[in-house]
């Protein structure tokens, strides 16, 4: 496939059927892509070892005869029923050879033929791997800052037509207290969801985008270099909010909506223990950097609030809030703003901010 059919697949959103194993898949994959894979871990490992100690033949021929019958029948229907609910499907393996050619065969003898990618997994992986070399450098940054709690993300996902939501593909709010229990993307993945909203908007003829301040890792995964390094010299237009407007934006985030997402994952009573222990370890991880009189005071107004929180009454979590705000974050945040005040081109309200990246950028 050239470059511009594969690019073509992630711009249309076009689905996609990986028939390798569980295991390659979880590694990372491509956007509209599901896991049907022609055999799962434990056949795979075996065929891998009849492969070493009997050659090619005989694993090809233990895979037929693990992949047979009722069995090989019902992975048929799996792919059978994607191509019914989407006719425009590909189907690859990593290398675009014997699993998705075999695939690509069981199912044109069923009556259902499907495109193979050509060069598979590995070929689209060298792909996007070419567009993150080469994509950054087309756009012009404006970089989201301001202390913690001014609305940056939530600013970024009202102007999506001209913004990347680094937050959003990684799944992490990209701090101690960013973990979210849905967990994070595979590396790859995340890489992926970057480059491909960059193709988007250049698709779109967009030049200039935002995109929130953050450091190189988001959470456990890392933003594609060149990209970084673009961000590291753009321009930066701060948020500025009131202290007290900042308390309550991060209550809604963190207590209100972070707490919601544990309850619906594990239920009311197991809900809030996790939800519990997820603030202990965030407050736990800054120890060192808070200093052991600071981390002793917030330990106890977290477990105050806890406590309350139980009872029904989550209103107290403002008190550690407020307090990691001042005896924390906003330093942190002043040395780092410190750091890049040549690179300030505006300061002003959420409002204000909003109305200058849509004129920039819009």
């Given at each position: 496939m050239t470059p511009d059919a594969l690019s073509e697949l992630i711009l249309r959103d076009t689905p996609l059927i990986d028939v390798r194993a569980p295991v390659e898949f979880e590694g990372g994959a491509f956007p509209a892509s599901v896991n049907l894979p022609i055999m799962n871990d434990a056949e795979r490992h075996r065929i891998g070892?009849?492969?070493?100690?009997?050659?090619?033949?005989?694993?090809?021929?233990?895979?037929?005869?693990?992949?047979?019958?009722?069995?090989?029948?019902?992975?048929?229907?799996?792919?059978?029923?994607v191509l019914r609910r989407h006719p425009n499907a590909q189907l690859y393996c990593f290398r675009g050879g014997q699993r998705s050619n075999i695939a690509a065969s069981?199912?044109?003898?069923?009556?259902?033929?499907?495109?193979?990618?050509?060069?598979?997994?590995?070929?689209?992986?060298?792909?996007?791997?070419e567009l993150a070399d080469a994509l950054p450098g087309l756009f012009s940054y404006t970089i989201v800052g301001g202390q913690t709690g001014t609305g940056k993300t939530l600013l970024l996902r009202e102007l999506p037509d001209f913004s990347i939501d680094l937050e959003q593909y990684a799944n992490h709010r990209g701090s101690a207290y960013g973990a979210l229990p849905t967990g994070q993307p595979a590396q790859i993945n995340f890489e992926h969801e970057c480059i491909a909203n960059l193709l988007r908007l250049r698709e779109q003829g967009r030049r200039h985008i935002a995109v929130e301040d953050e450091s190189h890792r988001v959470g456990r995964v890392t933003v594609p270099p060149v990209l970084f390094a673009a961000m590291?010299?753009?321009?930066v237009a701060v948020i500025e909010e009131p202290h007290a407007a900042r308390v309550e934006?991060?209550?809604?985030?963190?207590?209100?909506?972070?707490?919601?997402?544990?309850?619906?994952?594990?239920?009311?009573?197991?809900?809030f223990i996790a939800y519990a222990e997820y603030l202990r370890r965030a407050l736990t991880a800054i120890r060192k950097r808070l200093g052991g009189v600071l981390h002793a005071e917030l330990s106890?107004?977290?477990?105050?609030?806890?406590?309350?929180?139980?009872?029904?009454?989550?209103?107290?979590?403002?008190?550690?809030?407020?307090?990691?705000?001042?005896?924390?974050?906003?330093?942190?945040?002043?040395?780092?703003?410190?750091?890049?005040?040549?690179?300030?081109?505006?300061?002003?309200?959420?409002?204000?901010?909003?109305?200058?990246?849509?004129?920039?950028?819009?």
């Open positions: 070892k009849r492969y070493k100690d009997e050659g090619h033949d005989a694993a090809v021929g233990l895979g037929h005869d693990l992949v047979s019958g009722p069995l090989r029948a019902a992975r048929i229907e799996s792919w059978q029923a069981w199912l044109r003898e069923a009556g259902t033929p499907v495109p193979v990618i050509e060069g598979g997994y590995k070929r689209l992986r060298r792909h996007m791997l590291s010299e753009a321009p934006r991060i209550y809604d985030e963190y207590v209100t909506v972070q707490h919601g997402l544990f309850v619906a994952i594990y239920g009311p009573h197991a809900g106890g107004v977290l477990e105050g609030a806890l406590h309350r929180h139980a009872a029904g009454d989550p209103a107290d979590h403002r008190a550690w809030i407020s307090r990691l705000l001042h005896g924390y974050y906003d330093r942190m945040y002043a040395y780092q703003l410190e750091r890049k005040t040549d690179r300030v081109m505006f300061r002003g309200s959420y409002g204000a901010v909003r109305e200058y990246l849509t004129e920039a950028c819009g």
